[in-house]
């Protein structure tokens, strides 16, 4: 893939590092060797090599290497942008052409790959398969991979962007797709996908065909269940007949039995005329002692209401007259009760007249006492100013000019002056306070005794109310007792009463139980008599004989029309059992066909899965990378060796050994160190070496597939690759370049540096800030 022309327009690495809206950059006349791209940091430099290939991405600024881990959306500005880059692979002059607008909230976009043709037209790329560019993402997407192969591949190989994920990162698995992709083979994985594909259809089709089978082991299991259910059947429906059988026989039996009864019957007639009357007459006897034990009952439980009614009218006169004394004193405790009540009265006025007086006290005691508080602070507050006054008015006999014309006048003792007239009116106001302070504090000694009086007269005053309400209370109960003389004289007369009732209750009841004993023993008697005689005639009877022998014979046809309905209901259930049997055998009769394909299908099954791996990443591809991994390591330790000298050699191992011994598929990429003697991984080294390797092995897969793989690429691309290298190792990074483009075939790269003496080295420079507007 050789780059030709592109023009950028609209995005944000030219609005902002260049000032302009759109760019040209026309590369066909370049010479071959290195082009360098300088700038300033954000002229723009990324942004012209992250565009020059036909790929939907921008590598720098994508997060992975995918088409859905980047958008241009985040990458222009305006409501639109393009991008067209005609470029050359393989002797075809291709053009892509991207086309942005975004008019709205929404983008749309569309991407064209054309070829020129020998007419000299640019013709829509169609594949042989009939896909034709038209317009989206996803049939771009197969062109371009068509002719360049896939993105991964690409941005491995040949072109080394900024931030790009080193190869030592990579997983076992990603670094076999890559290389199977690489060397031609990845039409194996799909292969081996589609072989996969058939294993799974096959799978799916065994699992109804082994379902089908467990289906029919069920029936097997089901018709022994039914063959023994049938021969239950036949057992049961045996016994059924044996017992109908014997039915029939005990039927035959009891019908000559009665027979012989009936006959029998008729010659005592009489008997059993006598049988029916002492029936009636025993059920007349049989009433007669329900009524009379009803009768009984009835007057038993009135007798016992009544004499408790009685027994509770005696219990309240007798209540009544145990108060005799108390009613009958009742007038004389209310009499004194009242005296009582007269005298605790009079006491109560005088004692609540004193305390109301007494209370008056205590609080104009209270009020001195807030007072002499107030005029002993006051006192000491103007006492200490007195004093502090005092000391003021001092200075004046104490100072040099005591006695001078001037003493009288000099302004220095001003404050001194004043201090003394302040003074004088401070001793007339201190004198007053004292004789206030000591009127109320007579007067506040003269209360206090008083005031102390109060809560003793306030405990008179409650005892004296107690006593009151007590006496009150004993009132109200004697003139509810008095309020009672008039009961005494009914209680007495009503007890009399109540007491010959009870007697006269008593003794009625008594007489009624005797009388109603005596008719339940002459009604028992009679009864005894009617069923002796009903016993002696009943030993000749043959009527009930022949009731019972007609209930047996009921029940007898009754058995056996019912276990004749069993017998049907047994003939139908094993001949429908006979049936399902029959139908469940004719079913079975093609399990062994169904068992044969299931084992042909899970053979089946078995060659596509072991093509599927034979042909997958553990199988032709593994093999063929490790054929090609010797190649690979001699390629990178060759580039190695021609700019960096003898001190590093890189292994690439694509097996690794197991605790047990045994080698299992996978990818590791060993520097063994000459200088210091030492084997260790990429990951481990400085940052400087890392890029190092890194880059020999980049680009020694990019030589291996143009040596090996026929993979025409022409150009390389690299983005700032030497920034963690020193000088020294930056000049051989430079001889490296050039190693590369000679042993490889190709004819330019294309680089971003931002070191002087790798630019001055370029075969040719593009001056992107010369390229501002």
Known sequence: MRPLKLTLEGFYGVRDGMKRDSLTLYLESLPTGLIALTGENGAGKST???????????????????????????????????????????????????????????????????????????????????????????TYDRCVEAICGSLESFFTSVFSAQNRRPLASYGASEIKGLLAEL??????????????????????????????????????????????????????????????????????????????????????????????????????????????????????????????????????????????????????????????????????????????????????????TTGLNGLQSQGTSQAALLKTLQQQAAVISEVPCAGHEMHTTCPLLAQARNASSQAAEQVISLTRLRESFRQQREQSELLTPQVAQLAAKQAELRTVNAALAAVRLDFQKATDLAARKPLLDAAVAGLDVARQELAALETGHQEGLVRREAETTRLNALLSEVESEAARLAAVDVTGAIAELDRQLTGNREAIVAIEARIEALIRAQAMREAERDAMAKELSGFDATQSRADRISDEIARWKLTAKGLGNDGVIALTIDDAGPALTQTVNDLLLACYGMRFTVEVQTQRELTSGELREGFEILVHDADNDNTKAVSVMSGGQKVWINECLTRGIALYLARNAGQPYQTLFSDESDGPLDPKRKVQFMRMKREVLKQGGYEREFFISQTPELISEADAVIDVEALAA
């Open 183 to 368: 060397l031609k083979i990845d039409h194996l994985r799909a292969l081996s996908a589609k072989a996969g594909d058939v294993a799974k259809v096959l799978g799916r089709t065994l699992l109804a065909v082994q379902q089908e089978l467990v289906a029919l082991s069920g029936k097997r299991a089901r018709i022994a269940e039914t063959e023994r259910a049938i021969v239950a059947d036949g057992q049961a429906l045996a016994g059924a007949r044996q017992d109908r059988e014997a039915l029939h026989s005990s039927a035959a039996n009891l019908s000559t039995q009665r027979a012989s009864l009936v006959a029998k019957q008729g010659e005592n007639a009489a008997v059993e005329t006598r049988l029916r009357e002492l029936a009636a007459r025993r059920n007349e006897l049989s009433g007669s002692l329900k009524t009379v034990a009803s009768e009984q009952s009835a007057a038993t439980q009135g007798a016992s209401q009544r004499r408790t009614t009685i027994q509770q009218t005696i219990a309240g006169h007798e209540a009544t007259l145990r108060q005799r004394d108390l009613i009958l004193g009742a007038a004389t405790a209310r009499d004194d009760a009242q005296l009582r009540i007269g005298r605790e009265e009079s006491r109560v006025e005088p004692l609540q007249a004193a305390i109301a007086e007494l209370e008056t006290k205590r609080l104009s005691l209270a009020s001195l």
């Open 48 to 138: 012209i090599m992250d565009n020059l290939h036909p790929y939907r991405i921008m590598p720098s600024r994508a997060t992975k290497l995918s088409v859905d881990a980047f958008s241009y959306w985040d990458n222009i500005s305006g409501t639109q942008a393009s991008k067209a880059l005609e470029w050359e692979h393989d002797g075809i002059r291709y053009r892509s052409s991207f086309a942005f607008r975004k008019p709205g909230k929404i983008g749309k976009a569309e991407y064209y790959l054309t070829w020129l043709a020998s007419d000299g037209t640019w013709t829509p790329f169609t594949l042989p398969d009939g896909t034709v560019s038209d317009g989206k993402g996803e």
